[in-house]
């Protein structure tokens, strides 16, 4: 049982618009009947989900913080930087996030032939035509593979195929860090490292905050308490925020609930503290 008078917030969650498979209405109304506070929705290079999400929310007593997670590449790894309070108007990031998009759909053609070459029967069309209305990656690759009977789960089809290290992946993003990085910070947003054990360079993550991130995900439920106490020294060393969320997929990765990591609203103070100082 939480803490009478604590407030809580998940700053991690997907929808349909990008790999979540929980629609916006869906999101808020598990956030509202879990008690959260409030939530961000970070979805992969779209905003398309956050005048929904903030719609439904104003309805209910939550707060979202509209957000967004931009995918990055640097030295063949693909690195995601977090964006919160974003202004989800401003042109410029429309504009780069439209070609993000045309990236990914150009992606699932190289993987789809990948795999194809690995004799798994499937189309880039099917993977679209399955998903018409989301901004497709990886976890939409697994989910047709899942359907076709061609893997037994989607953490398979990570394993075997797509995972970052396996056969079938494609990289292919076109944003640095530092242009992710920038365009968050130009549409008036909070730049925050996403989970931060996937960098395994630490010359990458001194470099990032030379870039101007502004944050770390130090909670994140792959990270355990030493690994969050390691972000959490970083931080403090290096003045920048912290933030935590669950990374909430829907039933795109069963085993992560929204809220089943929470920290406490101070955070979202501080983030909106750090935003009027921009
Ligand atoms: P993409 O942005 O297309 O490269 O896909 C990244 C997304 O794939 C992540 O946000 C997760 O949703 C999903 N993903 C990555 N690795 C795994 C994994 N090992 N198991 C399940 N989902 C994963
Ligand atoms: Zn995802
Ligand atoms: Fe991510
Ligand atoms: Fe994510």
């Given at each position: 049982m939480d803490q009478v008078g604590v407030r809580l917030v998940d700053l991690h969650t997907h929808t349909n618009c990008s790999d979540g498979t929980f629609a916006p209405l869906k999101l808020i109304n598990e956030a509202a009947s879990l008690g959260l506070s409030a939530i961000a929705v970070t979805d992969h290079d779209t905003v398309a989900g956050l005048r929904p999400s903030l719609e439904v929310a104003a309805e209910k007593n939550l707060e979202v913080l509209p957000g967004i997670e931009l995918s990055a590449e640097y030295d063949g790894s693909e690195i995601h930087i977090l964006g919160y309070?974003?202004?989800?108007?401003?042109k410029k990031l429309l504009k780069q996030l439209d070609i993000l998009q045309k990236n990914r759909i150009e992606r699932i053609y190289e993987m789809v032939e990948k795999l194809n070459g690995l004799e798994l029967e499937l189309k880039a069309e099917d993977v679209f035509s399955a998903f018409p209305d989301s901004i497709v990656g990886r976890l939409h690759v697994a989910r047709v593979l899942l359907q076709r009977g061609l893997v037994s789960s989607t953490q398979e089809a990570f394993q075997k195929y797509i995972g970052d290290t396996c056969p079938a992946y494609v990289l292919g993003f076109k944003l640095s860090p530092k242009e992710a990085i920038q365009l968050i910070r130009e549409s008036g947003g909070i730049p925050v490292l996403a989970h931060p054990y996937t960098i395994k360079s630490d010359t990458l993550l001194l470099e990032l905050i030379k870039e101007?991130?502004?944050?770390?995900?130090?909670?994140?439920?792959?990270?355990?308490q030493a690994v969050t106490n390691f972000y959490l020294n970083l931080a403090r060393e290096n003045n920048l925020l912290v933030t935590g969320g669950s990374d909430f997929h829907g039933d795109g990765k069963p085993n992560v609930k929204m809220g089943c990591l929470k920290v406490y609203y101070e955070l979202v103070d501080e983030l909106k503290k750090a935003r009027m100082k921009l």
């Amino acid at each position: 049982m939480d803490q009478v008078g604590v407030r809580l917030v998940d700053l991690h969650t997907h929808t349909n618009c990008s790999d979540g498979t929980f629609a916006p209405l869906k999101l808020i109304n598990e956030a509202a009947s879990l008690g959260l506070s409030a939530i961000a929705v970070t979805d992969h290079d779209t905003v398309a989900g956050l005048r929904p999400s903030l719609e439904v929310a104003a309805e209910k007593n939550l707060e979202v913080l509209p957000g967004i997670e931009l995918s990055a590449e640097y030295d063949g790894s693909e690195i995601h930087i977090l964006g919160y309070l974003i202004d989800y108007e401003n042109k410029k990031l429309l504009k780069q996030l439209d070609i993000l998009q045309k990236n990914r759909i150009e992606r699932i053609y190289e993987m789809v032939e990948k795999l194809n070459g690995l004799e798994l029967e499937l189309k880039a069309e099917d993977v679209f035509s399955a998903f018409p209305d989301s901004i497709v990656g990886r976890l939409h690759v697994a989910r047709v593979l899942l359907q076709r009977g061609l893997v037994s789960s989607t953490q398979e089809a990570f394993q075997k195929y797509i995972g970052d290290t396996c056969p079938a992946y494609v990289l292919g993003f076109k944003l640095s860090p530092k242009e992710a990085i920038q365009l968050i910070r130009e549409s008036g947003g909070i730049p925050v490292l996403a989970h931060p054990y996937t960098i395994k360079s630490d010359t990458l993550l001194l470099e990032l905050i030379k870039e101007g991130i502004m944050g770390l995900e130090a909670y994140y439920p792959e990270h355990s308490q030493a690994v969050t106490n390691f972000y959490l020294n970083l931080a403090r060393e290096n003045n920048l925020l912290v933030t935590g969320g669950s990374d909430f997929h829907g039933d795109g990765k069963p085993n992560v609930k929204m809220g089943c990591l929470k920290v406490y609203y101070e955070l979202v103070d501080e983030l909106k503290k750090a935003r009027m100082k921009l």
